[in-house]
């Protein structure tokens, strides 16, 4: 029976992001300034980050109340030991139609095989530039950019489904956009334009530093034409468009420019079991708690509803709209975007 769980907007909780760890191997400066992010940081230690034990009995609880894709992220999730065998777990859940994982790839053709021997489908690898310069700048000089393209082909030839998601920033990597087009419609791989976001608190975000949707098409348009494609399902994040006259798409993702609150059915939980409701939230609910307590899964699930149930979380929609600031928000690497 379908579950009728749905929020004050009528928006049903159907996909859930589940951040394995709040650590990376990159600094990326959108996400994890290298001057915050330092040495002296103080990430979670290991007593408060979720076992995965405890965050399959969740993922149990969230697919029971309507849940039916499941997201593995971080920080770099890759960094997380153990991680194909959590994977596997999470696959024998009864419910789950769709499991995948965002990473920055440089360890996937360390584990490419494993994980989708272990039952994963598909990966979203980011990757913002194929200048080695450039990629380094952007990741807090981490990684050139021949790790991440030998992470992606290790992937596709395990099996996995593999999509790049790029973050566009003016005066960072727009001169980026048509290589990297060029580069994945020539690998067959769909490429996924991320408008810059205003996430956290220390990336330095500007409303002027954002490539718009509009100026992308229009780069593209100018490069080769495409056609707009209906979404595959309500509430996909990225609109599709075709290459006009082959098989080969590409995905722009505009939650700036054109917000999609209104179909988002995504909840997340941090690394230390937190959830959120939205990816701007500045506040979550503690769920790490209540697993560590004596709470009945039941108990657990009927907290976790009246979260959803009192859900009224529109940020992207607002943000034109409002003028004055808000309060602080949660990090990008704490829940995994
Ligand atoms: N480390 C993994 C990775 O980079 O794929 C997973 C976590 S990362 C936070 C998830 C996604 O969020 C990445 O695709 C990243 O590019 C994107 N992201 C991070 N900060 C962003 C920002 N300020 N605006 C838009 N996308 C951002
Ligand atoms: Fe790490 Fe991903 Fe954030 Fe980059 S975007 S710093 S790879 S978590
Ligand atoms: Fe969902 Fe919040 Fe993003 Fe809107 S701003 S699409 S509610 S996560």
Redesign the pocket.
Known sequence: MEHKLADLSNRPLRDLRISVTDRCNFRCRYCMPAEIFGPDFQFLPQESILTYEETVRLARIFVSLGVRKLRITGGEPLLRKGLPSFIRELDRLEGVEDIALTTNGVLLRKYAKELYDAGLKRVSVSLDSLDDRRFRLMNGDRSGVQPVLDGIAAAAEAGLKVKINMVVQKEVNEQDILPMAAYFRDKKLTLRFIEFMDVGNTNGWKLDKVVTKKRILEIIQGWAPVEPLDAHYSGE?AARYRYKGSDEEIGIIS?VSD???ST?T?ARISAEGKLY?????SRGHDLRELLRSDRTDTEIGRFIEAVWMARS?????ERASSHSSHSPKIEMSHIGG
């Open positions: 994040v939650s917000a999609f609150c988002c995504r409701t939205c990816l701007f939230a979380d529109r940020y992207s929609e």
